[in-house]
């Protein structure tokens, strides 16, 4: 099957308004020019027109739908009666849909006329978004943005839900941090009107003779210009529309106002006077960057004794540090762009340090993001931990965790990697921490008298005392010291003693008040859990002795 495009004129005409912060014309040999901007002429129709256009867009998708459907059977048949298959979607003011046949030809024309204003942009990130617009052609989609109606556009292909057919899947995107001759614009654009056959590449550097000359942005005065060449190719193997040229340098390279032959080459330039055109971003419109964030400082589990002696020991916090150069307006009309000074953050919005909004964490018993054990996705969030929930004994974890500024733009997945856990193990695997063997000690004890006077001897003991171990990680042992499985240690504050490691020690204190006791029970694998309670002395009562009255 053949596709035929045919220019209708010589010279770019001129914009009239713009959806986008790109401007200007690139050109195709086959199709003619395309408009990065552009007003519509059917926005100021009335109504009535208004209606009429879209329902013969309707018609004309319908038409075109059936048509793609069919190609593989008019392809044949085509092929057979050595038909010519070609259909044109050409702009011209109105909506006109008509076919015709030859005896040995097949011709389909399409009218379709702009439903709206329209542009290209692009975004702090460098993201493209938007349509440009082809008289030939139709709608060229450069990728979603929320500041693009999609109304209208259902009619001519899905574009909201397409992606790009190679890796990588991403629409076209300006990498500021990259200067041409190196191509700093990547990604895909789409023809809608030709499917799966309209898929644009901006530049792809292993060609070798594409390197350097894909789509590049340059300088350019107050202006950052468009310069070098797109390419479309079918994807069943056909020629396509072949190169689009985004500068007249591309072609004019003598810079004369002239194409010679020698010029033109095999890209597809018009040979003779060429009218200057360009694709720019008047002003160097694009916003300042937007840096992806970095998180680093990963730690884990970040659960220590007294924690675990308290919630239990089978969880864990993971940890992160967010990081971020930007600063971002934080409310008001710029909310999330970045800026430089709270002058750009209109609306009542102020330029703060850029901050975490969201965060993902995955996590494994393998070193594997496949089939993760959690996957929490992107959850809206300003803070820089996790508290997992119930993980099981003595066991491995692997995890990462990704970050997103307030600007939208994210981190790469981190995973976790340091050689001592913060629970002090040391694993085969630092990418790993490892959970505790079992739970740790229950805790808790009583004294007698229960209102001691200051100097009174105190007999404390344990109201709950059990241990774990890795056999039994979470069925109580009671506390013993024969046999021995746990130690103790009590602590008498400005008592008499001090401490003591019985298991029912006798203390006195020698001034009335308040103060502190504490037992830390040890159980034989070091796991230690330690409870604390306030004691008060009463002063000592007075001696009285009874004496029979003279």
Known sequence: MTVRCVQDSAAPPAATGSAGNAAGWAWNKATGWISFSGANPIAKADAATKYAAKSYDKLASRLLGAIDRASGVLGRFARFFHLNYDYRLAHSGGHRLS???????????????QPFDFGVSIDANGDFAGFAW?????????????????EGFAEFGNA???????TPKTWAHYDQSLSPPDDNVTGWAKILSLGDDGWIKMSDSSVTNWDNKGVHIVASGTDLVFDGWAWNSAADGGAGIGWISFSY??????????????????????????????VSLPGGSVPEVNHAPVVSGLSAPNWSYDEAGQYGARRANLRWVFSDPDKTCD???????????SANCTGGGSCIADFQTAYQIIINTT????????????????????????LDWATPYYWWVKVWDHNG??????????ATDTNGKI????????????????????WSPVSPSKGENITFFCETCNIYTDASPDTAIKASSSPKNADWLWLFVSGEPASSGSTTPVAKFASNGSTVISLKLTDLDGYYTQATQTISANLKLPIWQEKKPK
Request: aromatic content about 12%.
């Open 249 to 278: 340098k591309t072609c004019d390279l003598d810079g004369n106002g002239t194409v010679d032959a020698s010029e033109a080459g095999t890209t597809g330039c018009p040979v003779g006077p060429l009218a200057p055109y360009w």
């Open 134 to 150: 082809s008289d030939n052609l139709g709608w060229i989609y450069f990728g979603p943005d929320r500041n693009f109606t999609a």
């Open 99 to 113: 076919a015709f046949f030859s005896s040995l030809g097949l011709s389909i024309k399409v009218a379709l006329a």
């Open 331 to 341: 409310g008001g009309v710029n909310d999330g762009q970045v800026c430089a000074s």
């Open 409 to 418: 733009s994210s981190s790469d997945l981190v995973q976790y990697d340091s």
């Open 160 to 166: 909201a839900s397409s992606s790009a057919p190679f």
């Open 427 to 446: 694993n085969s695997d630092p990418r790993a921490f490892t959970t505790f063997n079992h739970e740790f000690p229950d805790v808790s004890f009583k």
């Open 367 to 390: 070193d594997s993001l496949t089939d993760p054990l959690f996957d929490s996705g992107q959850v809206a969030n300003t803070f820089s931990q996790y508290a997992t929930t119930t």
